[in-house]
């Protein structure tokens, strides 16, 4: 379980994140939604360690993150999986050296068996015969599936994503978004998904937590998010003209 | 106020760079990749440079050099000192700051806004140690190399420009440069590209670390890395002859 509590974040003046707190557990896909500066990124981020939050303290499966030597730190990294925005693949390496490179830095696993667990985790993302490709000739679904493929390839007890579907159509984003939640099942790991693409949480979103200016708004799950009477989370869930015409017919 | 800060952020740097590699096996790899990026790499400009520069300078002696009171070989003696003293050590690490410098802070600045850095540190790497470490081994063992390749090309253009010219004969210019050898200005030159090579790999990976923003700033950052770099080269120079030689 990831315990977030009651953490501040603030650059220079601006204050981003004003004391949230909330919980993520095993097995469970959670998504931060909010509109654009609401501080999703930097929570994320917080939680990845890239930022230290200024107060307020997160605790991994009972260890707290302010406690940690900076070694523990980068040992709790090696039990994170990370599915960035763009990819974020390495664009001068193949995509076989790209998920090759975490067990190349932290396992004295031979050639053999690198080779295989490469070949496992891109047929659990269903691609084939890209090893030698580089990042820049696949598509952006095909990147992303790289991407979550390099982060599992450790098994990691934590999956972060930041806006996993932005750039893609429709289709592969549910691939996308089906392929996160089976993974997440199937490895029993906390994931966490940055978004703002209301399908997304309406496919995957069994905990929802919604961010406004840095306060946690609301938290629910994709049951209860259409039966709130927040006036910031329908604002925000009904700012699409779909979502506002399927409310229509729903009311109707 | 802000140059101290970004001196202080760039020796914070150089404590995140020196630390043992996490991954031998890893750092080897990157090195050798490193030494053909930033050494074999530049082997052809550093030699293209080098011979039609020592010719140009050995015809400038040549042409100043025009009493009779003064002996011929002294060209020779000239364009050796010259060229092991300043051309080849500093003037050579000037534009492997232009060549390499911006190289490297373009390839980690790219790295910088695609988010692969973030990727790095999430994976729990010491992404600095991971990616300017071996570049810093790189050109501190592999420039003096290209430097004693420079001073031997920069010799023989000023040689071919004699011959090809017909301004002083070969025994003239053969005569200068056997002539006061003293091998401790070698050593001399050779720690100055040292400390060169240390500038060229670490000033131009600070820029490219902590750049903000997208490619224009990237490209802004290439531009700032290869000024500082050699504005600390030129600077170094001459603190570094004034405690050699003087």
Same mark, same amino acid.
């Not at chain 2, 004699?162 to 401790?184: A, K």
């Given at each position: 379980?990831?315990?977030?509590?009651?953490?501040?974040?603030?650059?220079?003046?601006?204050?981003?994140?004003?004391?949230?707190?909330?919980?993520?557990?095993?097995?469970?896909?959670?998504?931060?939604?909010?509109?654009?500066?609401?501080?999703?990124?930097?929570?994320?981020?917080?939680?990845?360690?890239?930022?230290?939050? /200024?107060?307020?303290?997160?605790?991994?499966?009972?260890?707290?993150?302010?406690?940690?030597?900076?070694?523990?730190?980068?040992?709790?990294?090696?039990?994170?999986?990370?599915?960035? +925005?763009?990819?974020?693949?390495? /664009?001068?390496?193949?995509?076989?050296?790209?998920?090759?490179?975490?067990?190349?830095?932290?396992?004295?696993?031979?050639?053999?068996?690198?080779?295989?667990?490469?070949?496992?985790?891109?047929?659990?993302?269903?691609?084939?015969?890209?090893?030698?490709?580089?990042?820049?000739?696949?598509?952006?679904?095909? +990147?992303?599936?790289?991407?979550?493929?390099?982060?599992?390839?450790?098994?990691?007890?934590?999956?972060?994503?930041?806006?996993?579907?932005?750039?893609?159509?429709?289709?592969?984003?549910?691939?996308?978004?089906?392929?996160?939640?089976?993974?997440?099942?199937?490895?029993?790991?906390?994931?966490?998904?940055?978004?703002?693409?209301?399908?997304?949480?309406?496919?995957?979103?069994?905990?929802?937590?919604?961010?406004?200016?840095?306060?946690?708004?609301?938290?629910?799950?994709?049951? *209860?998010?259409?039966? *709130?009477?927040?006036?910031?989370?329908? /604002?925000?869930?009904?700012?699409?003209?779909?979502?506002?015409?399927?409310?229509?017919?729903?009311?109707? | 106020?802000?140059?101290?800060?970004?001196?202080?952020?760039?020796?914070?740097?150089? @404590?995140?760079?020196?630390?043992?590699?996490?991954?031998?096996?890893?750092?080897?790899?990157?090195?050798?990749?490193?030494?053909?990026?930033?050494?074999?790499?530049?082997?052809?400009?550093?030699?293209?440079?080098?011979?039609?520069?020592?010719?140009?300078?050995?015809?400038?002696?040549?042409?100043?050099?025009?009493?009779?009171?003064?002996?011929?070989?002294?060209?020779?003696?000239?364009?050796?000192?010259?060229?092991?003293?300043?051309?080849?050590?500093?003037?050579?690490?000037? #534009?492997?700051? @232009?060549?390499?410098?911006?190289?490297?802070?373009?390839?980690?600045?790219?790295?910088?806004?695609?988010?692969? #850095?973030?990727?790095?540190?999430?994976?729990?790497?010491?992404?600095?140690?991971?990616?300017?470490?071996?570049?810093?081994?790189?050109?501190?063992?592999?420039?003096?190399?290209?430097?004693?390749?420079?001073?031997?090309?920069?010799?023989? @253009?000023?040689?071919?420009?004699?011959?090809?010219?017909?301004?002083?004969?070969?025994?003239?210019?053969?005569?200068?440069?056997?002539?006061?050898?003293?091998?401790?200005?070698?050593?001399?030159?050779?720690?100055?590209?040292?400390?060169?090579?240390?500038? #060229?790999?670490?000033?131009?990976?600070?820029?490219?670390?902590?750049?903000? @923003?997208?490619?224009?700033?990237?490209?802004?950052?290439?531009?700032?890395?290869?000024?500082?770099?050699?504005?600390?080269? #030129?600077?170094?120079?001459?603190?570094?002859?004034?405690?050699?030689?003087?």
């Amino acid at each position: 379980m990831i315990e977030v509590n009651d953490i501040y974040k603030s650059f220079g003046e601006q204050e981003v994140l004003k004391g949230v707190s909330t919980t993520f557990e095993k097995g469970e896909t959670s998504m931060i939604i909010g509109s654009s500066g609401s501080g999703k990124t930097v929570f994320l981020k917080c939680l990845l360690g890239l930022f230290a939050p /200024d107060s307020g303290d997160i605790c991994y499966d009972g260890r707290h993150y302010r406690k940690m030597s900076t070694s523990e730190k980068r040992d709790l990294r090696k039990e994170m999986g990370m599915v960035f +925005q763009g990819g974020a693949l390495f /664009d001068s390496e193949t995509i076989e050296d790209n998920i090759k490179f975490p067990l190349k830095m932290f396992t004295d696993q031979s050639e053999e068996e690198m080779l295989d667990r490469v070949n496992f985790v891109l047929n659990r993302v269903k691609l084939e015969n890209v090893n030698q490709k580089f990042p820049a000739e696949l598509s952006g679904g095909m +990147q992303k599936r790289v991407a979550i493929a390099r982060a599992i390839v450790m098994n990691p007890k934590y999956l972060f994503c930041d806006e996993p579907n932005s750039g893609l159509d429709p289709q592969t984003a549910i691939v996308i978004d089906n392929l996160i939640q089976e993974i997440t099942d199937e490895y029993q790991m906390i994931t966490v998904i940055n978004s703002h693409d209301m399908n997304s949480v309406m496919e995957i979103g069994e905990k929802i937590i919604f961010l406004k200016s840095g306060i946690k708004e609301w938290e629910g799950s994709y049951k *209860t998010i259409f039966k *709130t009477d927040n006036q910031a989370v329908t /604002d925000f869930v009904y700012s699409s003209n779909l979502y506002k015409k399927v409310r229509e017919v729903y009311n109707k | 106020m802000k140059y101290f800060s970004n001196i202080g952020v760039y020796f914070l740097m150089l @404590g995140q760079v020196f630390k043992k590699p996490q991954k031998l096996s890893v750092f080897r790899e990157s090195l050798f990749k490193e030494v053909e990026e930033l050494g074999l790499k530049s082997l052809g400009i550093v030699a293209f440079i080098s011979f039609f520069v020592g010719g140009v300078v050995a015809i400038q002696t040549a042409l100043n050099v025009d009493s009779p009171w003064i002996p011929k070989y002294l060209i020779g003696f000239a364009t050796k000192r010259s060229i092991i003293l300043e051309f080849a050590p500093t003037f050579m690490s000037i #534009i492997l700051a @232009g060549k390499v410098g911006s190289y490297i802070t373009s390839s980690i600045g790219t790295m910088r806004v695609t988010e692969q #850095i973030d990727a790095l540190e999430v994976m729990g790497v010491n992404a600095l140690n991971y990616l300017v470490l071996p570049k810093v081994v790189a050109a501190v063992f592999f420039y003096p190399f290209i430097v004693l390749l420079a001073m031997f090309l920069g010799i023989f @253009g000023g040689w071919a420009a004699g011959f090809m010219t017909g301004l002083f004969s070969s025994d003239d210019f053969i005569t200068g440069i056997r002539m006061d050898f003293y091998p401790y200005l070698i050593r001399y030159a050779l720690i100055k590209t040292m400390v060169f090579a240390f500038v #060229i790999a670490t000033v131009p990976s600070y820029f490219g670390f902590y750049v903000k @923003g997208g490619s224009l700033e990237v490209g802004r950052a290439s531009t700032q890395s290869v000024v500082w770099t050699s504005i600390v080269i #030129i600077l170094l120079n001459y603190f570094l002859t004034q405690m050699l030689l003087g």
